[in-house]
T-cell receptor
Framework: RKEVEQDPGPFNVPEGATVAFNCTYSNSASQSFFWYRQDCRKEPKLLMSVYSSGNEDGRFTAQLNRASQYISLLIRDSKLSDSATYLCVVRPGDTGRRALTFGSGTRLQVQP | ETGVTQTPRHLVMGMTNKKSLKCEQHLGHNAMYWYKQSAKKPLELMFVYNFKEQTENNSVPSRFSPECPNSSHLFLHLHTLQPEDSALYLC??????????????????FGPGTRLTVL
């Protein structure tokens, strides 16, 4: 089983739609969670951290479900500029020095 | 501005060439990383450096040789590469926070990458 799993998509949605992505992780001791965004042929950039109580940043809402070991990203009122690949990122909770683990990404295409 | 710079941005090399990729971070971080991203594949972690010491090497072939002279600079020396090594090579940095006996990696900031083509 992969450490971080995402549906690769693509998710093709019209402008203004609401779209949600899920991501599952295998390590129950994982401590921190992030969503990164990567535009075509560009580097990944942090979109938002995911907190246990859930958090919202404008049109973006992130949720964490520790019991089921998944995190989600909800995008409301999709814009054309939201088209990108969204990477789910998990920081293992084991002691020792392990870097962040990236999922393979979910591609979103917002259409006019 | 990203705070993490990489040079060159594009590189074409033959299988017998030797070249180096350079990364510099201006964020005061103490951890730096090399990732490889091939077409339609997820990011693959190659190396991790904390305080200039290599702490992770994810079974990377010896034709890739990292060097970290200080906490702001990271190099990836390349020699006798194969065509399948063609990819986007991304450098990242983050702040490593000590928490008791363990350590915690915070979010990473990426450079723009070097797009490498091996002929």
């Amino acid at each position: 089983r992969k450490e971080v799993e995402q549906d690769p998509g693509p998710f093709n949605v019209p402008e203004g739609a609401t779209v949600a992505f899920n991501c599952t992780y295998s390590n129950s001791a994982s401590q921190s969670f992030f969503w990164y965004r990567q535009d075509c042929r560009k580097e990944p950039k942090l979109l938002m951290s995911v907190y246990s109580s859930g958090n919202e940043d404008g049109r973006f809402t992130a949720q964490l479900n520790r019991a089921s070991q998944y995190i989600s990203l909800l995008i409301r009122d999709s814009k054309l500029s939201d088209s990108a690949t969204y990477l789910c990122v998990v920081r293992p909770g084991d002691t020792g020095r392990r870097a962040l683990t990236f999922g393979s990404g979910t591609r979103l295409q917002v259409q006019p | 501005e990203t705070g993490v710079t990489q040079t060159p941005r594009h590189l074409v090399m033959g299988m017998t060439n030797k070249k180096s990729l350079k990364c510099e971070q201006h964020l005061g971080h103490n951890a730096m990383y090399w990732y490889k991203q091939s077409a339609k594949k997820p990011l693959e972690l190659m190396f991790v450096y904390n305080f200039k010491e290599q702490t992770e090497n994810n079974s990377v072939p010896s034709r890739f040789s990292p060097e970290c002279p200080n906490s702001s600079h990271l190099f990836l020396h390349l020699h006798t590469l194969q065509p399948e090594d063609s990819a986007l090579y991304l450098c990242a940095s983050s702040q490593l926070t000590a928490l008791g006996r363990s350590s915690s990696y915070n979010e990473q900031f990426f450079g723009p990458g070097t797009r490498l083509t091996v002929l």
